[in-house]
């Protein structure tokens, strides 16, 4: 029997350093202790997000629907290169700015990583190292005809991440009132 290497494909990614406005919850904090002083565990939740409106209302719908105040909302952006500083900080400020709503909104508490790849499989890697209690993006918006011709993230997402239950929120114009 004869050893099989795998091809392990390394890939490229930015820690993203988020506002300090976000105070570190400490240890005994005591709305995050159950009736018997266990501290109430945290899940992990991954939000894949872009500068698109449908990117945004999936973000919004997590929050209102997935999120709770002990979780941590990992946010990862797919770049087509994580040396391309301009790139790096347009979607620094984005990710910022999702952090902060996201700590104004529920106060959890909030992790992004900029990570170099095609979209989909840099959401299902991460998902694979995160083992999250669900991994959350929005549609892209295109037509059936294009997603088909052309393939769609949220669909390749749904057929490859096995790590956690993928959840597609559908864009905006299926109407305000699924983030409320």
Known sequence: METVEEDVEEYSWREVVLPRLVPVVPDAAPELERENGERRRGRDILVAVDFGPNSKHAFDWALAHIARIADTVHLVHAVSSVQNEIVYEKSRELMEDLAVEAFKTLLVRTKARIVEGDAGKVICREADRLKPAAVILGTRGRGLIQSVLQGSVSEYC??????????????KEAGEQSVL
Request: proline share 14%; charged share 5%; hydrophobic share 50%.
């Open 158 to 171: 749904f057929h490859n991440c096995k790590a956690a239950p993928i959840i597609i929120v559908p864009g």
